[in-house]
C-alpha cells in the first residue's frame, strides 16, 4: 500500500509541475522590463519611446529609441487619448489582433484532467490484476510462470525421502524424453498425476524436478490465481494457459493447491459458487474434452484429496495418485544430507542420529531444523556446526523456544518438577511406552514444563496395550501434585483433553472395547461447504452414546488408579527426580537412569561457553535418540 501511495504522489506532483510549466509559457517574457502606466506616458513625452504593439487584451509591448523593450499593462478603462497622444509624440503605433493560446496549451489544458484520472483508473486495475503483468485488460490470463530448461535446475538428486513417488513419477520423464518409446507399442501417458501428501513433504520440489529431468518448460501456478472477482475470468485464464501449454508442448503445467479451485460441484448451500465452479468445468475440459492435449502432463499437488470433485480423479484426467508421504528414518537421514550441503558441518555431527530423533517430521521441517542450528552455531560465533547445535535446534522446534526471563514462585516451581516427574516415573514404569529422552521445568512455548518422550522407531500402528498405557502417563502429572503438594491446578488440563479423547477414540472408532465391540460410534463430522455433504447425520442412538460415555469413563478411571498406584509405591524416586529438576532445571536419560536404578543422579555435562550468548541450560541429554511430542504441564 505504501509503493502505491508513493506512486499516484509522484504521478500528481509531476502533472501539477507540467500544469504550471506550459502556464508560464506564454507569460514568461510579461514580466521583464515591466513599467507602470504614467511611467510609460512620460517617457513618450519625453520622445523616448519609438514604437508601441498593441493587442486585444490590456498588455501593451513598447520598444524605446534605444531598443530596449518594455511591457506596460494599460488601465481597465483604456485612455481614449492615448493613442493620439503617443501618435503626437512621433510614437509608431502598431495594432495586432489578441494571441490565442496555442494549440498544444489549448489541448493540454482540456485533456489533462481526463487524462490523469485514466491513468490513475488504469494503475487501479493494474494493481487489481497483480502487477500489471499483462496490460491492464488482460483479466483473462494466465498468471502461470514458466520456467524453461535453463533456469529450472532442480533434478531428482535435490529430492530425497520419497522414493517410491520418484519411481511412480518417473515414467513420465521417460516419456517427456521419448514418446515413441510408450507410443509404438499403444500405450497412453498419464494425462495427469495428483500429488497427495502432508504440508511440506515435498510435493512442489518433486514436480519441478520431474521438468528439470525432462528438460521441458515448466508451468507453475497456484489454484487460487484461477478465482477473480469478475465472472468468467478463472475459466478463461483455464484457456489461456492450455494454450500457452500447448504452445511449448511437451510441458508440465504444475497446480499447486489445486483444492481451491477443485472442490466438489453443488456442496454448498443454494449451488456454491458458480464462478469457481465454471473454472471447474474449464479445467475438466481442457484436461479431458474433444480436443487433446498432446504432450502437455498436468500435475497437481493438495493435502485435501477428499473434497476433490470425482470428475477431476476419474482416469484420462488425473490418471494417477501419487502419495508423498512423510519420510520415515532412511528418508529423514537422506533428507538431511541433502540441507546440511549447504551448511559448514563439524565432524561430530551424524545425520542418522538426528534422524533417529525427528520421527514425524516433514522434509520442511528438516530443512528448518539445519537452519535454526546453524543459527545457533552463529549466535556462538562458531566456525562449524556442531551436534550440540542440532540438539538444541530440536528441543527449540519440538518444544519451543525457552522462557528464561519468566520469573517462577518456588512453590509453582517445585510444583512444576512434581508435575514432571510423575509423567516421567510412570513412563519409565510402564511397559509398551516410549523411553523418556529429557525431563524439563524450563518453561518452553506455552508449556511451563515438558516431558520428552522418544520412540525407538517408526510407529504406524499402536495396539491397545500402548494407547492405555499412554494415558496413565497423561495422569501422572496430576497425581503427583496430589500426593506431594495436596493440591490441584489447572496445568494438566491439556493432559486430560488428549486423555478421554485418546480413550473415545478407543471405543467409537478403533474397536477396542470389550462391551461394545468392533464397531464404529463415531459421529459423522462432515463439515458444510467442505465438499462432501451439506447436512449431518447422527446414526447413534441416545442409549449407545451412554454406554460409551460408560466405556470411556471405565478405561480413564482404570488408568487413573494404574498411575496411582505406581507413584505411590515409588515415592522415593518421585522425590529424587524432583530434587534434581529443581537442582538442574533439565535432566536427561543417563540420570533418568540412575534415579529409577536407586542411584545418586550424576552431573550434567559440562556445555561448553559461548561467546554470545549463554547456553539453554541444563544438560543437552546424549544425543543418540531423538524426541518424540512432549508432554507439557
Known amino acids: ?36 502606466y504614467s511611467t510609460f506616458m512620460e517617457e513618450a ?35 481614449p487619448w492615448m493613442v493620439s497622444d503617443l501618435l503626437k509624440y512621433n510614437v509608431q503605433v502598431e495594432a495586432k489582433p489578441e494571441e490565442e493560446p496555442s494549440l498544444l496549451m489549448n489541448i493540454f489544458v482540456s485533456w489533462f484532467p481526463m487524462l490523469l484520472l485514466i491513468g490513475v483508473w488504469i494503475f487501479f486495475m493494474r494493481q487489481m490484476q497483480g502487477g500489471g503483468r499483462g496490460g491492464a485488460f488482460s483479466f483473462g490470463k494466465s498468471r502461470a510462470r514458466m520456467l524453461d530448461e535453463n533456469t529450472n535446475q532442480v533434478t531428482f538428486a535435490d529430492v530425497a525421502g520419497v522414493d517410491e513417488a520418484k519411481e511412480e513419477v518417473g515414467e513420465l520423464v521417460e516419456f517427456l524424453r521419448d514418446p515413441t518409446k510408450f507410443q509404438k507399442l499403444g ?28 528438460k521441458v ?69 481442457e484436461m479431458d474434452g474433444f480436443e487433446g492435449n498432446s504432450g502437455v502432463i498436468v500435475i497437481a499437488a493438495t493435502n485435501r484429496p477428499d473434497v476433490l470433485d470425482p470428475a477431476l480423479l476419474r482416469p484420462g484426467r488425473f490418471d494417477r495418485q501419487v502419495v508423498v508421504p512423510l519420510p520415515d528414518i532412511r528418508g529423514r537421514e537422506q533428507i538431511l544430507v541433502v540441507h546440511m550441503r549447504k551448511v559448514p558441518i563439524a565432524p561430530d555431527v551424524d545425520a542418522s542420529i538426528i534422524a533417529r530423533g525427528t520421527p514425524g517430521f516433514s522434509g520442511a521441517d528438516l530443512a528448518n531444523l539445519v537452519n535454526e542450528a546453524a543459527l545457533f ?10 551436534m550440540d547445535d542440532f540438539e538444541r535446534a530440536k528441543d527449540k522446534v519440538i518444544m519451543g523456544a525457552e522462557r528464561r526471563s519468566m520469573v517462577m514462585p518456588e512453590e509453582e516451581r517445585r510444583n512444576t518438577a512434581y508435575h514432571e516427574s510423575g509423567h516421567a516415573i510412570v513412563a519409565r514404569l510402564l511397559p509398551k ?12 512455548g506455552r508449556a511451563l514444563g515438558v516431558t520428552m518422550q522418544l520412540p525407538v522407531e517408526d510407529r504406524y500402528s499402536y495396539d491397545r496395550n500402548y494407547l492405555l498405557n499412554n494415558i496413565a502417563v497423561l495422569f501422572g502429572g496430576r497425581i503427583a501434585e496430589e500426593l506431594f503438594m495436596n493440591q490441584m491446578t489447572t496445568g494438566a488440563s491439556n493432559d486430560f483433553k488428549r486423555a478421554t479423547d485418546m480413550a473415545r477414540r478407543m471405543v467409537t472408532e478403533w474397536g477396542m472395547s470389550d462391551a461394545l465391540g468392533t464397531m464404529v460410534y463415531a459421529e459423522n463430522e462432515g463439515e458444510v ?69 536407586g542411584k545418586p543422579p550424576r ?22 535418540a531423538a524426541p518424540a511430542p512432549a508432554e507439557s504441564a
Open 187 to 214: 500405450g497412453r501417458i498419464p494425462r495427469g498425476v495428483l500429488m497427495v501428501g502432508n504440508p511440506g513433504t515435498g510435493k512442489t520440489l518433486l514436480a519441478r524436478a520431474i521438468a528439470g529431468e525432462a
Open 603 to 624: 552431573p550434567p555435562k559440562p556445555v561448553a561457553a559461548k561467546p554470545v550468548q549463554p547456553t539453554d541450560g541444563g544438560n543437552k541429554g546424549t544425543g543418540t
Open 45 to 79: 513625452r519625453q520622445n523616448r519611446i519609438a514604437k508601441v504593439t498593441m493587442g486585444g487584451g490590456r498588455t501593451l509591448k513598447a520598444v524605446g529609441r534605444d531598443n530596449k523593450t518594455y511591457t506596460v499593462v494599460t488601465p481597465g478603462l483604456q485612455d
Open 529 to 597: 461447504f467442505l465438499g462432501r455433504q451439506v447436512t449431518q447425520h447422527q446414526n447413534v442412538s441416545e442409549e449407545t452414546m451412554k454406554a460409551v460415555d460408560k466405556e470411556v469413563r471405565a478405561i480413564i478411571d482404570m488408568q487413573y488408579a494404574l498411575a496411582r498406584r505406581l507413584l505411590e509405591e515409588n515415592r522415593d524416586k518421585v522425590e529424587a527426580m524432583t530434587y534434581a529438576l529443581l537442582e538442574w532445571e533439565t535432566i536427561d536419560a543417563n540420570q533418568i537412569e540412575d534415579i529409577m536404578s
Open 377 to 386: 552455531a552463529a549466535r556462538g560465533a562458531k566456525r562449524l556446526v556442531d
Open 433 to 444: 511406552t516410549d523411553p523418556v529422552h529429557k525431563v524439563t521445568i524450563i518453561p518452553r
Open 217 to 285: 518448460p515448466f508451468f507453475s501456478i497456484s489454484g487460487s490465481d484461477f478465482v477473480e472477482m469478475f465472472v468468467g475470468v478463472g475459466a478463461a485464464r483455464v484457456r489461456d494457459m492450455f494454450e500457452q501449454a500447448k504452445k511449448n508442448a511437451p510441458c508440465i503445467v504444475f497446480i499447486d493447491e489445486i483444492d481451491a479451485v477443485g472442490r466438489q460441484r453443488g456442496a454448498g448451500l443454494g449451488g456454491g459458487n458458480d464462478e469457481r465452479e465454471q473454472t471447474l468445468n474449464q479445467l475438466l475440459v
Open 1 to 36: 500500500m505504501n509503493n502505491t501511495l508513493r506512486t499516484i504522489m509522484v504521478w500528481l506532483v509531476i502533472g501539477v509541475i507540467l500544469t504550471m510549466v506550459f502556464m508560464q509559457v506564454g507569460n514568461r517574457q510579461t514580466s521583464q522590463n515591466q513599467i507602470d
